[in-house]
């Protein structure tokens, strides 16, 4: 599988599906796209160079720890689902604000938001932290 | 900070500061056991902030809403019970873990055990506080995991191990059963609410004269009974013994076996007064008190001595409770109220003291033990004083709460007239002989007598103030609560049983209260003890001999031969079931499909094909349906599997392109994703497998494969020309409703995203849980696999 040609252009699309991954995420609410999208996106392309390379050759300078990825993400969803009850709404109950940058104009900030972010994470972190423990079984 | 913001942190303080606990650990290193004292102190100082208002007679009572849809909130209660308990839960959570700094090595894993501590203090006070059912029973359950955790703490002792699961099975199972008493509770009274209960004496009638009355009583005491080690469930409790010695002394002495005596005190207002309630509390209890009492002779373990004193003690709890007649319900209810509080505090110190004798001499085997009074004088000065209380000496607390029992027992043999009224006040005192003699037992044993030549350390001494210092003030308790009960009557006592029985209760508890029937039934105890104290040892050989002699007459027995059955059974059940090959689950999943659908098509007949079917396909889709088809007999046909996985991933791409053109853009998205990622996995895989298919199917298997993939496809093209224009009634689109509320509610575009994070986030929750336990599943899969071997 490690010919020069996925290698080639595995290098070519990385940066860019993974940056087109985070503008799926970030899009989602509005437009197509969103975190589960997104994080199969991410999923994909580090699987793909997982399977240019080698496991064992990326291994040896980019090794996170997938299982935190998911455990952030899955916290991150848990804690806005429940932020609602601090400010003594039922559970899940979401909030929309408008938001107005200097450069990015009118930006819209959803609790929603950050519960897709953690979706984000947990899809990635289980899909490549399963994709990760059946490839090192040897 | 009002009541109930006071009670809402004094539960969740715990779990929040446990959850960061392992952070804090890397800064403390070995000081951590200080800030779980910490914390539990904090807890306490909560409860201690609501204690003015309960005692001045008043309940506090609140509510967050959770889903107030479905009813189902998190609501706190506190009363006199809840706060008594607060306190108990709280104050002694306070000694051990200070304990714990001296006790445990550092060598331990240290964030490990205070972490759990901390999680089971938090779960047992949302249980005292809890004002629905179902929340009680959550936490109920959450003490039991953590006590699960706690007695298997050393994971690699296997004594450890069947203690904790044998814990596990009993106290958990028991908690399933309180659920269904709470549900058939529910369906009496119509309500989760206990103080609306409580307080509404109609429901309150109807409860006692509904034919279901008899049924949520057995349930629930069964829950109580497995908790608080009574009747047949008292076995796992002398197994939990194997937990660190200050566990034993917090979860299996001082608080979490008193859960069951707690749910007893709850329901007490509801079910007492009724003959059902005098012969299932009060007979169990009576039982429990006898049979545990003799069996402690046998113990030579001095935590096994402790552990049948507990059960038996709570058994003492439950025959009070229990105690009850039509005209007066709760005989026994300031009685037990009153032990409960002193059991807590003299057993604590006993527990806190076997962990000193057995912490310096490095063995817990009485036997071994004796004249240790002059090495360790603190430590024999404390655990009589705690053991004295136990044997109902005056002037200690338990020589108070005794002749309250006798008392309760008294009368209650009274109002039954007949044999009873000697029955019953017999009973109690043989109990309290039982109680004498092991008391005695563990002071004569280990600290009286000669000091045994061999298998003890030379130098032993008292330990440290770490230690001692808990085990002092509890011992400072026990004198003073018997020296001024006025003390603990007042501030806890009656707050309690007027909350048990429903009115305002005055008590008046004296040292000294004249030539009584129930000091003399007490003078009638030590004077039986001593004598059975002198045959302790024949008392103990002939139980080892019995039991020797019929192996079978034994509870452990049964539940010993019951979970090896099970083992094997499940062995069997499940190499039956799930022999390996994933084609066998396809084949069961898609039979039972086809056998679900099968039911409603021979229901309808020939009307299962709609009549005026539209097949009106525009060419390009007729196009792609063609390429489908083309590819998906590929994928079936081709002999290679790196074309036929092609041709699978250009079936799966054309169905995205079919999805664009039915503008779905979301769905298309991901259905290339996840046909993108399935292909790269299926690469992985095919490098470490042949190239070609090897095995030769047999015909009939082919055959049987194609008929069911056949029978799958029909049922599907049916349901779906059914779903889009066929006789099923055509119910209003979903969509209609999704697409006007998106904007407007969620403030959202793109629909599809709307509902996977805002109007079903609830189930997304879900799958994205089930995705990170699916991940470590596997994890575990491909890493446990080497241990076996």
């Known amino acids: ?138 | 900070m009002d009541s109930f913001t006071a009670i809402t942190i004094a539960v969740f303080l715990p779990f929040v500061l446990a959850g960061i606990l392992p952070a804090v650990a890397k800064l403390l290193k070995d000081k951590i056991g200080w800030y779980a004292s910490a914390t539990a102190l904090l807890s306490l100082l909560m409860v201690a902030q609501v204690a003015p208002e309960i005692i001045h007679g008043e309940t506090i009572q609140g509510t967050i809403e959770w889903l107030p849809s479905m009813g189902i909130n998190l609501s706190f209660y506190a009363d006199g019970l809840s706060i008594m308990f607060g306190f108990i839960v709280s104050g002694i959570g306070v000694i051990i873990m200070s304990y714990s700094n001296g006790y445990m090595s550092t060598k331990e894993d240290l964030p490990r055990y205070y972490q759990q501590l901390l999680f089971f203090m938090g779960s047992m006070l949302g249980m005292v506080f809890s004002a629905n059912t179902i929340q009680l029973f959550i936490f109920w359950e959450l003490t039991s995991i953590t006590s699960f955790m706690l007695i298997g703490y050393w994971r690699n002792r296997p004594m450890s191990v069947y203690g904790a699961t044998k814990s596990l099975l009993i106290t958990a199972s028991g908690g399933l059963f309180m659920l269904a008493g709470f549900l058939v509770l529910h369906a009496i009274t119509g309500t989760f609410d206990i103080p609306t209960i409580l307080h509404n004496e109609s429901i309150r009638e109807a409860l006692q004269n509904h034919h279901l009355f008899i049924y949520a009583l057995i349930l629930i005491f069964i829950g109580a009974a497995s908790k608080s080690a009574q009747g047949p469930f008292y076995i796992w409790l002398p197994n939990a013994m194997e937990a660190p010695t200050p566990v034993s002394a917090f979860l299996h002495s001082a608080t979490m076996v008193k859960a069951g005596i707690y749910l007893i005190a709850r329901i007490h207002p509801m079910f007492s007064g009724t003959e059902a309630w005098f012969i299932l509390v009060s007979g169990v209890g009576i039982f429990t008190m006898l049979l545990a009492g003799f069996l402690a002779f046998r113990q030579t373990d001095i935590k096994g001595i402790l552990a049948y004193s507990t059960i038996s003690q709570l058994a003492y709890l439950m025959t009070m409770y229990g105690y009850t007649t039509h005209e007066e319900p709760g005989i026994g209810v300031a009685a037990a109220t009153f032990h409960l509080l002193n059991h807590a505090t003299f057993k604590a110190c006993l527990f806190l003291v076997a962990g000193i004798v057995a912490h310096e001499t490095a063995t817990r085997d009485i036997t071994k033990m004796g004249g240790l009074r002059k090495e360790m004088p603190i430590t024999f000065i404390v655990a009589t004083i705690g053991a004295l209380s136990m044997a109902g000496i005056p002037p200690l607390n338990g020589f108070l709460s005794k002749e309250m029992f006798y008392e309760a027992s008294v009368e209650m043999g009274h109002l039954l007239g007949g044999p009873y009224t000697i029955l019953i006040p017999a009973l109690a005192v043989l109990g309290g002989v039982f109680t004498f003699a092991y008391s005695i037992k563990l002071i004569d044993g280990i600290f009286l007598g000669k000091r045994p030549t061999k298998g003890l350390p030379e130098h032993i001494h008292d330990p440290s103030m770490v230690m001692l210092a808990p085990a002092i003030f509890l011992a400072g308790l026990i004198i003073l609560f018997g020296l001024v009960p006025s003390i603990p009557v007042h501030n806890f006592i009656e707050p309690t049983v007027s909350g048990i029985i429903l009115e305002e209760a005055h008590l008046h508890v004296k040292l000294w209260h004249g030539f009584t029937t129930s000091l003399m039934m007490t003078i009638a105890t030590f004077i039986l003890g001593i004598l059975i104290y002198t045959q302790y040892d024949r008392i103990a050989e002939w139980q080892n001999r019995f039991n020797a002699m019929f192996p079978w007459i034994s509870v452990n027995y049964y539940y010993d031969g019951a979970v090896n059955n099970a083992k094997d059974v499940t062995f069997k059940f499940s190499s039956r079931m799930q022999p390996g090959p994933v084609k066998n689950y396809v084949i069961a999943v898609l039979l039972l499909t086809l056998a679900m659908f099968a039911i409603p098509a021979m229901m309808l007949g020939t009307n299962l094909i709609p009549q005026n079917l539209n097949f009106d396909v525009p060419l390009y889709e007729a196009l792609i349906f063609l390429f489908m088809i083309v590819a998906a007999l590929g994928a079936a046909l081709l002999p290679r599997y790196l074309p036929a996985i092609i041709a699978l991933s250009g079936l799966g791409y054309l169905v995205a392109l079919l999805f664009i053109y039915l503008q779905a853009p979301d769905l298309a998205l991901t259905q290339v994703l996840v046909e993108t990622l399935s292909t790269i996995i299926f690469l992985l895989a095919l490098v470490k497998i042949p190239q070609k298919f090897k095995e030769h199917i047999p015909t009939t298997t082919l055959a049987r494969d194609l008929i069911i993939s056949v029978a799958v496809s029909v049922m599907i093209f049916i349901l779906l020309i059914n779903a889009t224009q066929g006789i099923v009634a055509p119910f209003e689109s979903l969509s209609y409703y999704f697409i006007e509320k998106s904007l407007a509610l969620a403030g959202g575009h793109n629909i599809v995203n709307v509902i996977i994070v805002d109007f079903r986030g609830y189930d997304t929750l879900g799958e994205i849980s089930v995705l990170c336990l699916a991940a470590l599943g596997v994890y575990n899969l491909i890493h446990s696999r080497g241990e076996d071997e």
Do not use: Q
């Open chain 1, 1 to 138: 599988m490690t010919t020069l040609i996925t290698k080639t252009v595995t290098k070519i699309c990385l940066p860019l599906v993974i940056l087109f991954s985070i503008s799926l995420l970030l899009a989602g609410h509005n437009n197509p796209g969103g975190g589960f999208i997104g994080g199969v996106m991410f999923a994909s392309v580090i699987a793909l160079t997982y399977v240019a390379f080698g496991l064992d050759y990326i291994k040896s300078f980019f090794n996170p720890d997938w299982g935190n990825w998911f455990g952030f993400g899955l916290l991150l969803a848990a804690l806005t689902a429940f932020s609602a009850i601090a400010f003594s709404h039922n559970f899940f109950r979401s909030a929309v604000e408008f938001v107005h940058l200097p450069f990015f104009g009118e930006i819209e900030l959803v609790s929603a938001g950050l519960f897709d972010i953690g979706v984000y994470f947990v899809v990635i972190g289980g899909l490549l932290s399963i994709f990760k423990n059946v490839g090192d079984d040897e």
